[in-house]
């Protein structure tokens, strides 16, 4: 089945410590995006990647880190310079980029204590 | 800057009908999408209208109009799985291109 995941789907940290949510996907997408979601908020835009080895800032990347060494994944970072980690990170593939059809992971539900 | 409204909630009965509208400020435009999120789950694509006029999905069917900068998702036969929140996403035609998503309309469907 193709598709994209997200690992963990809770993730637990403490206050200043760096934390990587995964995002493989295998559906040859070129394109890969973080977002951030909070309650009752719509999607927002953290980093994208058009394409291997190259990645671009989105509306809110401060405090945010990728890399995007192979095709399929595409790691977030969520560094201690993040004031306020605590969201719902999700994770989408296009086939090119910015397309208005985007693929969305499961998300991650990340709590900083 | 890029900008869209959408009700914060709307409720229904089951079998009802439902119109989710989006007005949007954009200093460029491609057209209109629509994605659907369950609670805790992954937004999933519903419909992109680039031009003006309706486009029918099965029960859900969305529309345009570039002139008012006004679009609304339409859906009917509501079932109890159509609760959700609804969101309505336009492209920004500036050098990044990127999905802009309005905050959603939650949609509670009642028996």
């Known amino acids: 089945d193709g598709g994209i995941t997200q690992s963990p789907k809770y993730l637990f940290r403490k206050e200043g410590q760096n934390v990587t949510l995964s995002c493989e996907q295998n559906l040859n997408h070129d394109a890969m995006y973080w977002y951030r979601q909070d309650p009752g908020q719509g999607l927002r835009l953290i980093y994208y990647s058009q394409i291997v080895n190259d990645f671009q800032k989105g509306d809110i990347a401060e405090g945010y880190s990728v890399s995007r060494e192979k095709k399929e994944s595409f790691p977030l970072t969520v560094t201690s310079a993040q004031k306020n980690p605590t969201a719902f990170y999700l994770c989408?593939?296009?086939?090119?980029?910015?397309?208005?059809?985007?693929?969305f992971g499961p998300g991650t539900r990340l709590t900083v204590l | 800057g890029q900008s869209l409204e959408q009700p914060s909630e709307v409720t229904a009965v089951e079998g009802a009908i439902v119109q989710i509208n989006c007005t949007y400020q954009?200093?460029?435009?491609?057209?209109l999408s629509w994605y659907q999120q369950h609670d805790g789950g992954a937004p999933t694509f519903l419909s992109y209208n680039g031009l003006d006029g309706l486009e029918e999905t099965g029960r859900f069917s969305s529309f345009l109009s570039r002139s008012d900068s006004y679009g609304y998702l339409l859906l009917q036969e509501l079932q109890m799985k159509d609760s959700a929140s609804y969101f309505c996403a336009v492209r920004d035609s500036g050098a990044t291109n990127k999905l802009i998503f309005g905050t959603g309309t939650l949609l509670a469907v009642q028996p």
């Open positions: 954009t200093s460029g435009f491609y057209g």
């Open positions: 989408a593939s296009s086939p090119r980029a910015h397309t208005d059809t985007q693929y």
